[in-house]
């Protein structure tokens, strides 16, 4: 199989930036994409010289166009923008805190995927990341659910409208990264043990469980219009 090229947006840490090393390890050109210098510098120490890392603030969108021209053309793109905005009771959810959730995630992914399609070989593929809420019923998810939700919906429509691109989509459940760096150290494990005794796989996911899940739709020339749920089976017990 000849190596193909892959541009990750939000591929400086966590699900991003494991996928980058997946596809790397697997021989495969990969630019990540991120906003801080800081976080692009210690990702290509870890990722190794192969790897190309770009500067991109994903809601710019006026300079999206420009920044995918100097990336040059592409196989495929994985859209890993996520946001941590949208929690909270619906009762209490303020209205500017609804709007920062989808100009975080929704108008990020919308306007990368838009910006990147002259540059997208036809053949080949988007990849949105969305996450569980967008198909669960937890309580105190209204926002960043129907966030989520919205990044879904684009999967069977551009499918269609894309096509030969194909359009996928992977929703993740409790992850092991820095999203969750918000909490202490001790709020994080107390979490994420709570969540791991609810899946039936017995844990939370890691990184790598949803890069495999992103590779997968790659791959696989078949797959398109789908949202993979990678959650360990978390959706059907809260």
């Given amino acids: 199989m000849s190596s193909q090229h892959i541009a990750i947006v939000g591929g400086s840490s966590g699900i991003g930036l494991a996928t980058a090393k997946h596809l790397l390890a697997e021989g495969e050109q990969v630019t990540i994409t991120g906003r801080s210098a800081g976080r692009l510098d210690a990702a290509t120490s870890a990722l190794g010289s192969k790897a190309r890392a770009v500067c991109m603030d994903a809601a710019e969108a006026t300079a999206l166009p420009e920044i995918f021209a100097a990336i040059g053309p592409f196989d495929h793109l994985v859209l890993a923008l996520g946001s941590r905005k949208g929690f909270g009771p619906f009762a209490a959810m303020s209205l500017t805190e609804m709007r920062e959730s989808f100009e975080e995630k929704v108008y990020t992914h919308f306007a990368a995927a838009q910006a990147a399609l002259p540059f997208l070989r036809k053949g080949g593929s988007i990849t949105f990341v969305s996450a569980v809420s967008a198909h669960a019923a937890a309580p105190g998810t209204a926002g960043i659910g129907a966030a989520n939700a919205a990044v ?87």
């Fill in 152 to 238: 879904a919906a684009f999967v069977p429509i551009l499918a269609v409208e894309l096509k030969p691109l194909r359009v996928n989509g992977v929703s993740p459940g409790v992850i092991d990264t820095p999203w969750w760096d918000f909490m202490s150290v001790d709020q994080k494990q107390a979490v994420f043990a709570e969540y791991g005794a609810k899946s039936p796989v017995g844990r939370v996911g890691s990184p790598e469980d949803v890069a495999q899940a992103i590779t997968f739709l790659i791959r696989n020339d078949f797959m398109t219009g789908h949202v993979l749920l990678c959650d360990g089976g978390l959706r059907w017990v809260g």
